[in-house]
């Protein structure tokens, strides 16, 4: 599949709203730099001035992420993030189906000295990490998940996710599936002789889907929306087909 572009949702003097596509960088690699991502793009496009990181997402996660054009703005909306008043809404979709539409997660969560960049619950060194859910939709063996978080650990919805026992329906380091296949779910699928079947997706099922906050200057209140790229959306799309949808929902 063809990488897609990074876009602009909104820019001003003080501040640029990006929808990033799955599988890029927010910021330069630690190891390596010369890789792709999404600060070095925006500078490059803003005149080679710097652009300030104000929270980041994960590679293989989309959507929506905010980064700053000045010193002022970049201490406003960080501020902002500490004191949690900048809304964030991601859509989860989950392996299995929650038995309550609606659910609050309070587990601290610190990074796993076992496993290197990965974390784990913690309830005695960790630190305190919220996130509550409502479930949008069920399928049969999945849903689809609206997901709020106070705090923004590191992989924070993807620990409490499978703290829970739904961990994201495709997730190699916490979930039980590294891709999605379409004969997983369609009855009499038959790869035709020769073929490898592709899978509908093969990176994180999770997508920061909108933002709300304060203009850093103005005060103005800012609400952005990003609907779920096409890989996501062909995923749901397919289980909506062949997942047995529960009625209601």
């Known amino acids: 599949m063809k990488k897609q572009r990074p876009t602009v949702i909104y820019e001003d003097d003080d501040l640029i709203v ?22 070095d793009y925006l ?23 905010i980064f700053a054009k000045t010193k002022a703005a970049h201490k406003a909306l960080s501020r902002q993030f500490s004191q949690k008043t900048i809304e964030k809404i991601y859509w989860a ?10 659910g609050d997660i309070d587990l601290p969560i610190i990074e796993n000295p076992i496993a290197r960049g990965t974390m784990k619950v913690d309830k005695q060194y960790g630190k305190r990490a ?12 999945f849903a689809l998940l609206r997901v709020k978080i106070e705090t923004g650990r590191m992989h924070q919805i993807r620990i409490h996710l499978k703290s829970i026992g ?5 997730d190699s380091i916490y979930g039980r599936n590294k891709e999605f296949l379409l004969s997983s779910v369609k009855r009499h699928y038959n790869v035709k002789k020769y073929e490898v079947e592709r899978p509908i997706i093969s990176r994180i099922t ?26 996501l ?17």
């Open 18 to 39: 990006v929808n990033k596509p799955a599988n890029v960088l927010s910021i330069p690699d630690r190891y390596n730099p010369d890789l792709f991502n999404l600060k």
């Open 43 to 65: 500078k490059r496009g803003n005149g080679g001035r710097n652009i300030l990181v104000v929270h980041r997402i994960d590679r293989e996660t989309s959507g929506m992420i």
């Open 93 to 102: 979709v989950v392996d299995g189906v929650p038995p309550h539409d609606t």
């Open 130 to 141: 919220f996130t509550s859910y409502k479930v949008i939709e069920k399928f049969q063996n």
């Open 166 to 170: 739904y961990p994201l329906a495709v």
């Open 206 to 231: 999770l997508h920061a889907y909108a933002l709300s906050f304060q203009h850093p200057l103005t005060q103005e209140p800012l609400h952005f929306e990003a609907p779920p790229p096409k890989d």
């Open 233 to 249: 959306s062909v995923f749901l799309k397919q289980l909506r087909k062949y997942n047995e949808r529960v009625a209601g929902f």
